[in-house]
């Protein structure tokens, strides 16, 4: 059974302890989490040159559109200003921030009518995040840039929290991902060739009922990497731009305390891209050792951004910095 919370006045451990049984929580607009989707939809702007960006997609050509969005994405997911307001909200939302850790937020765009679904726009199918070697104690937080609607949101299926779905996950490498595919986005326009694993179920659990949460503009829904999930096929004639990003907490890491491993079997684990909100530093080596002993280095095992990226980023904040 699935629980929907909203706006529970509930601890963090609470709140967590509840995600890991497969409940999701939505949260009403808070100033933090505003703060923050201002910011993505600011870049956006100045990144496209146009503020009508839900509708763009019907005045340009698709390739001008990855041209576009594509430098966009990693300034928002290196800025040092978005890790700043990320922290804000999680520590808003009363995570302790010296064992609450980050990951880099991602910012999506869906476009409607699939008018581009690969790279850039990739539309995830059903999916869980642990098949992409998440740790079971992710949080996945996700968050609306503009008004969503019930045909351009994302989909849950939490039929499938406690059953297994067969999936190629186990023919999944999260270090050779990162080595391969993940910087080769902007490259996927017709069709997405990276190896991502999917249900390989036959039939496929389309039968059940799945339930799509509408959130505001300011809000955010909050899940486990292991809910099923998936994003609508966007027929609302508008791109859906949303943000998203993950906590984890270290001393669940430590205890194994986390959502149950229903069906996740990828080598390699995603917690070295975590960073501790309090100070940015490292998740510790050995937590990382402990589901995959491959020693491997730090740059083979996250995805590293280009240095030319972070120090115009650095330099563009320093210069804010002394503006204001
Ligand atoms: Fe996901």
């Not at 999701?24 to 100045?46: D, F, G, K, N, Y």
């Not at 690969?118 to 992409?132: E, I, N």
């Not at 020693?295 to 972070?310: D, E």
């Amino acid at each position: 059974m699935t629980a929907i919370h909203y706006d529970a006045r509930v601890v963090d451990d609470v709140r967590r302890a509840q995600i890991y049984a497969g409940d999701i929580h939505v949260i009403s607009p808070r100033p933090a989490m505003q703060a923050l989707t201002e910011w993505a939809r600011e870049l956006l702007v100045r990144g496209f040159g146009d503020d009508d960006l839900e509708m763009l997609q019907h005045r340009v050509p698709v390739e001008r559109f990855v041209e576009l969005f594509a430098p966009i994405k990693p300034r928002f997911i290196h800025h040092p200003q978005t890790w700043e307001l990320i922290c804000a909200v999680v520590e808003d939302m009363g995570l302790d921030p010296r064992a609450t850790y980050l990951d880099v937020p991602r910012l999506r765009g869906v476009t409607s009518h699939g008018y581009l679904s690969s790279g850039v726009g990739y539309a995830f199918p059903m999916h869980r995040d642990t098949w992409w070697a998440a740790p079971m104690q992710q949080v996945n937080w996700w968050l609306p840039i503009f008004p969503i609607e019930s045909g351009n949101t994302m989909a849950f299926h939490p039929a499938w929290w406690d059953r297994p779905v067969e999936n190629s996950s186990g023919e999944f490498d999260y270090y050779e991902y990162n080595r391969t595919a993940r910087g080769a986005a902007a490259k996927q326009v017709k069709r997405d060739t990276r190896p991502q694993p999917r249900i390989t179920q036959d039939p496929p659990p389309l039968d059940t009922p799945s339930v799509r949460l509408v959130a505001p503009v300011g809000g955010a829904i909050l899940f486990s990497g292991q809910q099923l999930h998936s994003t609508v096929p966007n027929e609302t004639g508008r791109t859906r731009f949303s943000i998203d990003f993950r906590t984890i907490d270290i001393g669940d890491v430590k205890s194994g305390r986390g959502a149950p491993n229903m069906d996740s079997a990828p080598a390699g684990t995603s917690l070295r891209d975590f960073r501790r909100v309090s100070d940015r530093a490292r998740m510790p080596e050995k937590l990382a050792l402990a589901v995959d002993p491959r020693r491997i280095a730090f740059r083979k095992a996250v995805f590293q951004p280009p240095a030319s990226l972070l120090a115009e980023l650095a330099a563009e904040t320093a210069a804010r910095t002394v503006a204001a």
